[in-house]
């Protein structure tokens, strides 16, 4: 069975700095079957990148995905206000199906 | 407008069942392989099941095999989780998400508001 282990767990930082969100998977994942997402408090959450590097529809260019084999991560270039939130990944493919890593709260300082 | 909205939840007890529905609408349905995942209160978002855009394929996580049951009525743009002998592990915010899936893995990019299921005596 395959983990996603996010890291850090919390991450303090202020409007216009940069987030830096790690990704580790316990074995190898295509980057092809690797998403991220936000979800704010009290919403659903909201597709940002696809196959590890590809951002979703109506998503800012602040937002960059990278990453292969065992490690991936979400950069927010400039965190803006409405970034703060709870960032997760998700892996599509090895066993179980689907698979979410435990996620990242980003929180201002 | 590309919508899903889930029904269904509610209080209930230990060992009692509950259906889940989500009603799609603004794009082809039957086009889209579907996914239930969920949240309980205060952690991270867990995979519950997925089915293929015609019921191709169905898998479940360990979690909930045997007791809970995914399908789709396309003619209906609806899709469903029948969840049987529910414990209070599986109180939980429920969302269904449309899951985009080709040759690579686009996302699930397309999720509803959640319906709230509680296990409780």
């Known amino acids: 069975e395959i983990v996603l282990t996010q890291s850090p767990g919390t991450l303090s930082l202020s409007p216009g700095e940069r987030a830096t969100l790690s990704c580790r998977a316990s074995q190898s994942v295509s980057s092809s079957y690797l998403a991220w997402y936000q979800q704010k408090a009290g919403q659903a959450p909201r597709l940002l990148i696809y196959a590890a590097s590809s951002r979703a529809t109506g998503i800012p260019d602040r937002f960059s995905g990278s990453g292969s084999g065992t490690d991936f991560t979400l950069i927010i270039s400039r965190l803006e206000p409405e970034d703060f939130a709870v960032y997760y990944c998700?892996?599509?493919?090895?066993?179980?199906?689907?698979?979410f890593g435990q996620g990242t709260k980003v929180e201002i300082k | 407008e590309v919508q899903l909205v889930e029904s269904g939840g509610g209080l209930v007890k230990p060992g009692g069942s509950l259906r889940l529905s989500c009603a799609a609408s603004?794009?082809?349905?039957?086009?889209?392989?579907m996914s239930w995942v969920r949240q309980a209160p205060g952690k991270g978002l867990e995979w519950v099941s997925s089915i293929g855009s015609i019921s191709s394929y169905i898998y479940y996580a360990d979690s909930v095999k045997g007791r809970f049951t995914i399908s789709r009525d396309n003619a209906k743009n609806s899709l469903y989780l029948q969840m049987n002998s529910l414990r209070a592990e599986d109180t939980a915010v429920y969302y269904c998400a449309r899951d985009r899936i080709a040759a690579d893995y686009y996302g699930m990019d397309v999720w509803g508001q959640g319906t709230t299921v509680s296990v409780s005596s």
């Open positions: 603004g794009f082809t349905f039957s086009s889209y392989s």
């Open positions: 998700q892996q599509y493919v090895s066993s179980p199906r689907w698979t």
